[in-house]
């Protein structure tokens, strides 16, 4: 008899992994590894995108897609939202709790909704969970410096709404902006053990990509009027 772990294949190996790392970040942050959390959630972001690679190209189990939105919700959904709240410390408030609330409902009514439609299509309907998860985590790993309840508060309001939304965002599948995008995520990753300060660094560098990509449909659309406003002349 046949067992579920005989019908996981390689893509759902990675996505256990990447719920695994979204745990492994609740766990840790609550033993005081501010920064440690964040930065998994970081690693967790990269399984996510291996695995649908792997699901592209040597085809995904019966449960692979239903595994993944599983796993999104613990890593980028549950996990961020208590790295955040962990990292406030003192700044913590009920209005911080509510926005938190607020983005973790939105990013699950999200996934609800990206189950339900077809998953082949080039774009996605609403900010993916994914990159609403990596943008607070980001955040927090930009340094204490620069952290500020108030922000967190705007920012956790401003992706749920932006994850609700019916913006079309852009799937990212070509290897020239993937492979240095992700190389960016693995040297952010990587550079914890060595030196914060580098962590802090590239963290920033990879918050202001992710704040392009929330503001990508703006930049689309400016760029179209002004096609269409030359094509008129």
Known sequence: ???????????????????LLGLLAVIL?????????PALILAAAVADGVDGYLSRMFSG??????????ADVISFGLAPVVIVYAAAGSE????????????FFCGILRLARFNTVH???????????????????AYVLTGERYFHSGLMILLSFVVGLLMISKITYMKAK???????????????VLSYPFNINY????????LA??????????????????????GLK
Not at 61 to 70: C, T, V, Y
Not at 92 to 103: G, I
Not at 182 to 188: D, P, S
């Open 61 to 70: 189990s019966e449960i692979g897609a239903n595994l993944d939105s599983l």
């Open 1 to 19: 008899m046949s067992t579920i772990f005989q019908t996981l294949k390689l893509a759902d190996i990675v996505t256990l992994l990447n719920a």
């Open 29 to 37: 942050v609550q033993n005081g590894f501010t920064y440690l959390a």
């Open 174 to 188: 070509k290897p020239g902006h993937v492979l240095p995008i992700g190389l960016l995520f693995v040297i952010t």
């Open 92 to 103: 913590a408030s009920n209005l911080l709790l509510a926005a938190l609330c607020f983005y």
């Open 209 to 230: 990509i992710m704040i392009l990509y929330v503001t990508s449909p703006i930049i689309r659309r400016a760029g179209s009027l002004k096609r269409v406003e030359k």
């Open 199 to 206: 962590t802090h660094i590239f963290a920033s560098f990879l």
């Open 119 to 137: 998953q082949g299509l080039p774009s996605f309907k609403g900010l993916p969970i994914t990159a609403g998860g990596i943008i607070l985590s």
